[in-house]
């Protein structure tokens, strides 16, 4: 079982920035990936960047270039860095974890919101 707790989402205005954690913990698999999917109101929830144990990140599109998904493995957290934010950020950011082992399977967190407006 592992448990997910976002923290860092709030109101910011366009252009601005914002940095999103999700801190993991109970039974840790060396090999995993975390992420960060977001759902806007009245869409579907996306994926918005990952990042496996060993450091390699991937990023939707539209994301690329202004957000930055880090992770500190002794703490057992991601980071995300949302520079450059726009209204159509605005939505609710999941942590996602997902074991790489035998029993691989994933695990949400409750859910940060962020929202960008004036």
């Given at each position: 079982?592992v448990q997910l707790v976002e923290s860092g989402g709030g109101l910011v205005q366009p252009g601005?920035?914002?940095?999103?954690?999700?801190?993991?913990?109970?039974?840790?698999?060396?090999r995993n990936v975390m992420g960060w999917f977001r759902q806007a109101p009245g869409k579907q929830?996306?994926?918005?960047?990952?990042?496996?144990?060993?450091?390699?990140?991937?990023?939707?599109?539209?994301?690329?270039?202004?957000?930055?998904?880090?992770?500190?493995?002794?703490?057992?957290?991601?980071?995300?860095?949302?520079?450059?934010?726009?209204?159509?950020?605005?939505?609710?950011?999941?942590?996602?974890?997902?074991?790489?082992?035998?029993?691989?399977?994933?695990?949400?967190?409750?859910?940060?919101?962020?929202?960008?407006?004036?």
């Open positions: 079982q601005g920035s914002l940095t999103v954690s999700c801190a993991a913990s109970g039974s840790i698999a060396s929830r996306e994926m918005v960047a990952t990042i496996t144990s060993g450091g390699r990140a991937n990023y939707v599109d539209s994301v690329s270039g202004r957000f930055t998904i880090s992770r500190d493995n002794s703490k057992h957290t991601v980071y995300l860095q949302m520079n450059s934010l726009k209204p159509e950020d605005t939505a609710v950011y999941f942590c996602n974890y997902r074991r790489l082992d035998w029993n691989a399977k994933d695990y949400w967190g409750k859910g940060t919101l962020v929202t960008v407006s004036s």
